[in-house]
């Protein structure tokens, strides 16, 4: 069936570095790639997204590139804060669905001050 | 609050017993979706609704699980004859239709079955 593996599982970066986190997909149907932070017992948050027809993305001091041909997007955080620490999901539209969102496994992410 | 709201928040319950949970969407959001959510791993697909119309559900949805959308507005998930294995938090999101268009998570309701 479809996936979206994420890498790594866990992050530990010192503040102000950069942090990089992968994910893969295998439905080249895929068109639309969220990317959504989730702090412990609270709900997932859109931060990012980004849709087929771009290949970077950036918001302050996030990113998202995105390589249809190796059917891989990435989320690149810059200056890293200790109030970016969170579990971060990428995720992908499967199906030639117009929305249903398959899910990584998620990268917690830990930033050390 | 304008965003995407669950009740219960919290839901203990014995197996054996059916349990329904309510979602009420970001109004102008056409589109509600149901996720649920496991220790470690991202939130899983259930099913969609466009209006009330249910218009997908996973293949992997046991037939205990049912949900509906009567007047297109808010949406509620029923599972019937509950099992330990149906623990998890049950996520409720919603969108504007015809995109993909991003999607609004609520706060879940934390289902636990003893």
């Known amino acids: 069936g479809e996936n979206v593996e994420q890498h790594p599982s866990t992050l530990s970066v010192q503040e102000g570095d950069s942090a990089v986190i992968k994910c893969t997909y295998s439905?080249?149907?895929?068109?639309?790639f969220p990317w959504y932070k989730q702090e412990l017992g609270k709900r997932p948050q859109l931060i990012i997204d980004?849709?087929?027809?771009?290949g970077e993305k950036k918001d302050q001091r996030i990113a998202v590139t995105l390589n249809k041909t190796a059917k891989h997007f990435s989320l690149h955080i810059t200056e890293t804060q200790p109030e970016d620490s969170a579990v971060y999901f990428c995720a992908a539209t499967y199906g030639g669905s117009q929305g249903n969102l398959i899910f990584g496994k998620g990268t917690k992410l830990s930033v050390k001050p | 609050d304008t965003g995407v709201s669950q009740d219960p928040r919290h839901k203990i319950t014995k197996r054996g017993q059916n349990v329904t949970f309510r979602c009420d969407p970001i109004?102008?959001?056409?589109?509600l979706y149901w996720y649920r959510q496991t220790l470690g791993q991202g939130p899983e697909f259930l099913t969609y609704?466009?209006?009330?119309?249910?218009?997908?559900k996973s293949r992997l949805l046991s037939d205990r699980f049912s949900a509906e959308r009567p007047k297109g507005s808010f949406s509620t998930l029923e599972i019937q004859r509950t099992e330990q294995g149906d623990s998890a938090m049950y996520l409720c999101?919603?969108?504007?239709?015809?995109?993909?268009?991003?999607?609004?998570f609520g706060p879940g309701t934390r289902l636990t079955v003893t």
């Open positions: 999101a919603s969108s504007l239709a015809g995109g993909p268009y991003e999607q609004y």
């Open positions: 980004i849709r087929s027809n771009v």
């Open positions: 439905d080249s149907a895929s068109n639309y």
């Open positions: 109004s102008e959001h056409n589109r």
């Open positions: 609704f466009q209006n009330e119309a249910q218009l997908e």
